[in-house]
C-alpha cells in the first residue's frame, strides 16, 4: 500500500518518540493503543487515530493495541465492538495480541480505588448531582469544599465497598479524588472517578452496580498495558494533569505489578499523553451523537449509508483502505485545529481509482438508438481495452448491433453553441466503435425524443477516415445485450460547508435532499453481469462506481456512485 512505501512526512509526536528512543526511556520500546469506546461506527475522524497510532508503531518495530474504552455500557454494545474491529482490519492494520477492554481491569480499577482511599487521596461524596455541579464552581470562580471531603478512610472504605455491594441507587454517592477545588483547571476539581450505575455491561454483565470514569480508567489502563505514548486528541489537553496525577498518586510496585510486562517493559515509566488536532472536514458532521441521530431518525439508512463519514459508509461508497490511509498520510499530524476540505479525500479515492478502476459504459438515462443502415440481424464484437493505460488489465468484449443505448443528456435536437455530443443532422463517435449521424428524432405525445434514428459509417471503426474530425466521443451500450441495472448516485450529505454551524440553525436544516438520488433502468455493458460485491469501475463519463456490498447480486446489479470524475462542487462554490 502507497501510505506504507512512503517515508512518512515528520511531524511532531515522531520527533518525540524518536528523542524517547534515543534517550533509552522506555528501553526502545514503542507502545501505542487505540482506545475506541464502542458506541457507535467508526468514521473518517477515527481513521487519523487509527494510522497514527497503528504507523507509529509500525514504523518503530513497536506495538499498537485495540483497546475497548467500556465504561459507559449505556451506551455501547456488542454491534459496535464488531463493527470497530472489522473497519480496523480493513483498513489494514493489525493489533498486538489479543483485544482489550478497560472492564477486564474492572477488578485492578476497583482495587486502585481503595489505594487511593487508603492513603487519604479519594473520598466517597454524597452531594447530589446537581449540588456538586454547584460546588464545582465556574471557570472564573474556584470550587467549594465538599463537606464529605473530610470522611475518615475507615468511613470511605465502608461506603465505597457498599457502594460496590450495590447497597445504593445511582447517583445516591461518588467516589471524587481528593485534589484541589480551588485548581484553576476544572478536571482538577475533586473529580468524580467511581459513580453508581445499575445497569447491564456488554461484557461484564451484571457484575458491577459501580462504573469507573474515563479520566480514571484511561491512565491506568494505559499504565498496565505498558503503553509508552498515549495519543489522544487536543480536548484531553487539560485532562492531562489528572492522568498524570492518577498515576502519580498510586504506588509504583503495585502498578507494577498489575501491569501487562510481558514486552519487556521492566524498568517502570509512567506513559506520557501526547494530544494532536482531530480531524475535521467540511460538508460533513463528525460529532458521534449527530450520527447516531441521522441513523436512529432515519435521515439515512444506517451506520454504513454510503453518504455517512463512517469507515463503513466509505467503504459501501466504495472508498479503499488504500485511499483512506493516503489521504490521513495527507492531512498531516499537528497541533492546530482547522477544517480539511472534503475535496482532498474525494481526491485520495479519485487518485487511486484512476489507476485500479477497469473502465466499463453504463447508461444512466437510456435513449434508443437505431443505426437504419446497420444489417438486421447484424452483430459484431468489439474488443476494448479494460483500462487505457494499464494493459495487464486486459481486454473486455462488447457486443455491437443496429440497437442501442446512448444517454439522453448526451442528445440535444437543436444544439447549444460548442456542443460536442448528438443533434439533429451532426455526428459523433460512439465509444471505441463508429461514428454515426442523426437523420431523425422520434417523440413521444409530449414531444419528449423517445428514439433516434442514426446512420452509422462503416468506414470509422476506431479511425477517422479523409481527415474528417469527429469532436464528439459519446458512450453506448447495445440494446440486446445490455444488462439493467440500478445506479445510486451519491452526493455530498449535508449542501453547507459548516453544518455545525449555530447561525443556520440545527444541522439537519442543510441536509442535501439531492444526496441519494436511485435510477432504476439503466443499461449497462454485458460484462458488469458479474460485478464481484465491492469491485470498483469507471463509468466512462460519469465516474467511478463500484457494486453494492450488500444488494447487488448476479441478475440484480446495483451500483453506487463513489465519486464524480472531477470535483463538480469547486465550480459551483467558485
Ligand atoms: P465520544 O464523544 O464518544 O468519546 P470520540 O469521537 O472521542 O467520541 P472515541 O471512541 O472515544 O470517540 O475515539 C477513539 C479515539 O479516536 C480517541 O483517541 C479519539 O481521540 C480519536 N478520535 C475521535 N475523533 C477523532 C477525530 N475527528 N480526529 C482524530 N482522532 C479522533
Ligand atoms: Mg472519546
Known amino acids: 500500500m502507497k501510505a506504507i512505501e512512503s517515508p512518512a512526512p515528520s511531524n511532531f509526536i515522531r520527533h518525540i518518540i524518536e528523542q524517547d528512543l534515543q534517550s533509552g526511556k522506555h528501553n526502545g520500546r514503542v507502545q501505542t493503543r487505540f482506545p475506541p469506546e464502542p458506541n457507535g461506527f467508526l468514521h473518517i475522524g477515527h481513521a487519523k487515530s487509527i494510522c497514527l497510532n497503528f504507523g507509529t508503531a509500525e514504523n518503530n518495530n513497536g506495538r499498537c493495541n485495540l483497546r475497548f474504552d467500556d465504561t459507559n455500557p449505556e451506551k455501547e454494545s456488542q454491534e459496535f465492538i464488531n463493527s470497530i474491529k472489522a473497519d480496523i482490519e480493513w483498513l489494514g492494520f493489525h493489533w498486538s495480541g489479543e483485544i482489550r477492554y478497560a472492564s477486564s481491569y474492572f477488578d485492578a480499577l476497583y482495587e486502585f480505588a481503595l489505594q487511593l482511599i487508603r492513603s487519604g487521596k479519594a473520598y466517597v461524596c454524597s452531594l447530589s448531582p446537581e449540588q456538586a455541579r454547584e460546588y464545582r464552581g465556574t471557570l472564573t470562580s474556584p470550587g467549594t469544599d465538599s463537606p464529605y471531603r473530610n470522611r475518615s478512610v475507615d468511613e470511605n472504605l465502608d461506603l465505597f465497598m457498599r457502594m460496590r455491594a450495590g447497597e445504593f441507587a445511582d447517583g445516591e454517592h461518588s467516589l471524587r479524588a481528593k485534589i484541589d477545588m480551588a485548581s484553576p483547571n476544572i478536571n482538577m476539581r475533586d473529580p468524580v472517578i467511581y459513580r453508581i450505575r445499575h445497569v447491564e455491561h456488554h461484557q461484564t454483565g451484571n457484575k458491577w452496580p459501580i462504573y469507573p470514569m474515563y479520566d480514571y480508567a484511561h491512565c491506568i489502563s494505559d499504565a498496565m498495558e505498558c503503553i509508552t505514548h498515549s495519543l489522544c486528541t487536543l480536548e484531553f489537553e487539560d485532562h492531562r494533569p489528572l492522568y498524570d496525577w492518577i498515576l502519580q498518586n498510586l504506588d509504583k510496585v503495585s502498578l507494577h505489578a498489575a501491569s501487562d510486562s510481558r514486552d519487556g517493559a521492566d524498568a517502570y515509566v509512567l506513559p506520557r499523553q501526547i494530544e494532536f488536532a482531530r480531524l475535521n472536514i467540511n460538508y460533513t458532521v463528525m460529532s458521534k451523537r449527530k450520527l447516531k441521530e441521522l441513523v436512529t431518525n432515519g435521515y439515512v439508512h444506517g451506520w454504513d449509508d454510503p453518504r455517512m463519514p463512517t469507515l463503513s459508509g466509505l467503504r459501501r461508497r466504495g472508498y479503499t483502505p488504500a485511499s483512506i490511509r493516503n489521504f490521513c498520510e495527507r492531512v498531516g499530524i499537528s497541533r492546530s485545529e482547522g477544517v480539511v476540505d472534503v475535496g482532498m479525500l474525494e481526491h485520495s479515492i479519485r487518485e487511486d481509482l484512476d489507476t ?219
Open 356 to 574: 485500479r478502476a477497469p473502465r466499463a459504459m453504463c447508461v444512466l438515462r437510456p435513449l434508443k438508438v437505431t443505426l437504419v443502415n446497420y444489417p438486421q440481424e447484424g452483430v459484431e464484437v468489439l474488443d476494448l481495452a479494460c483500462h487505457p493505460k494499464d494493459e495487464s488489465m486486459g481486454r473486455r468484449q462488447l457486443p455491437f448491433g443496429r440497437e442501442l443505448y446512448i444517454d439522453a443528456s448526451d442528445f440535444e435536437e437543436v444544439p447549444p453553441p460548442q456542443y460536442k455530443r448528438l443533434s439533429l443532422g451532426t455526428e459523433v463517435r460512439l465509444r471505441g466503435a463508429y461514428v454515426i449521424r442523426c437523420d431523425e428524432v422520434i417523440k413521444d405525445a409530449a414531444g419528449v425524443p423517445v428514439e433516434l434514428l442514426c446512420s452509422y459509417d462503416p468506414a470509422t471503426l476506431g479511425v477517422n477516415p479523409q481527415g474528417r474530425k469527429v469532436q464528439g466521443v459519446i458512450h453506448w451500450v447495445p440494446a440486446a445485450q445490455a444488462i439493467d441495472v440500478e445506479v445510486r448516485i451519491y452526493d455530498r450529505l449535508f449542501n453547507r460547508e459548516n453544518p455545525d454551524d449555530k447561525s443556520i440553525g440545527d444541522y439537519k436544516e442543510c441536509l442535501n435532499p439531492e444526496s441519494l438520488v436511485v435510477l432504476t433502468g439503466c443499461k449497462a455493458e454485458p460484462s458488469l453481469a458479474n460485478a464481484a460485491p465491492e469491485a470498483s469501475f469507471q463509468f466512462e463519463r460519469e465516474g467511478y462506481f463500484c457494486a453494492d456490498r450488500f444488494d447487488s447480486a448476479p441478475g440484480k446489479m446495483v451500483f453506487n456512485r463513489t465519486v464524480t470524475l472531477k470535483d463538480s462542487w469547486a465550480k459551483i462554490s467558485s
